[in-house]
């Protein structure tokens, strides 16, 4: 038989309940319980909005230096297509075809970086980056920190975005290929084989070409 009897034993449990600490108390719990929760909740969904930047970042990145080295490669092969002296060791045909390779490859890669689905990048830039879409495509020209907007060969693009001036560059290079390629133009891939021996040693033999220099102060391509 029990000796403790009810009322002994409802004072016991009161005493405990008074002297119990808080933080075990079953309100105390749940409330912490739900705060916890809410937070693993948020931690997930709000970095969730930046997650087409985060998962494009590195593919972004390398596309933007690759297509930096393009767009320069493509400089380069342009001026010696029109110099066509044969410092660069390749003969018109192989100039031209590169030059168009090297066109191409840029028109892909500035595609991919700014409308996303190639090359590995899931989300171009103009959906997700507000600073890519203002130099860009806003007037000004911010990436100059200050400096006057002056485009020399083409005074109209002046202040208009870094995109026109893109286009226009790749519109050139097309006039550049369709004025000083070989005619007739058969596209080939040599220029990507290794040169051959006679080539690379017949720098002694090529005398730079000086009589288009003029042709740059008025020939606004």
């Given amino acids: 038989e029990n000796p403790v009897t009810e009322a002994t034993d409802k004072e016991f449990r009161a005493a405990l309940k008074q002297r119990r600490n808080f933080f075990i108390k079953t309100p105390v719990y749940v409330t912490c319980f739900l705060v916890t ?12 909005r930046w997650e087409s930047s985060i998962v494009n970042l590195a593919p972004t ?35 031209a ?49 200050g400096e006057p907007c002056e485009v020399v ?18 519109t050139t290079v097309d006039t550049v290929l369709e004025r000083y390629s070989p005619r007739p133009f058969t596209y080939n891939e040599e220029f990507l084989e290794p040169s051959r021996k006679e080539a690379l040693y017949s720098f002694n033999y090529v005398k730079p070409n ?3 220099n003029d042709a740059t102060l008025v020939d606004r391509d």
Avoid at 71 to 88: F, K, N, P
């Fill in 37 to 48: 929760f809410s937070m693993c909740f948020i931690s997930i969904l709000y970095p969730a």
């Fill in 61 to 95: 990145i390398r596309q933007s230096d690759q297509r930096h080295y393009l767009i320069l490669t493509c400089i380069h092969l342009a001026r010696e297509l029109v110099l066509s002296d044969g410092l660069t060791r390749l003969t018109n045909m192989q100039l």
């Fill in 97 to 145: 075809s590169a030059l168009q390779w090297h066109l191409d490859k840029a028109r892909l890669s500035d595609s991919a970086i700014r409308l996303g689905g190639d090359l590995g990048i899931t989300i171009g830039a103009d959906v997700h980056s507000p600073n890519h879409n203002k130099v860009m495509y806003e007037y000004g020209c911010p990436w100059l920190e």
């Fill in 153 to 170: 060969s083409r005074p109209s693009l002046a202040g208009k975005g870094l995109f026109p001036l893109l286009v226009e560059f790749f």
């Fill in 210 to 212: 000086m009589t288009l």
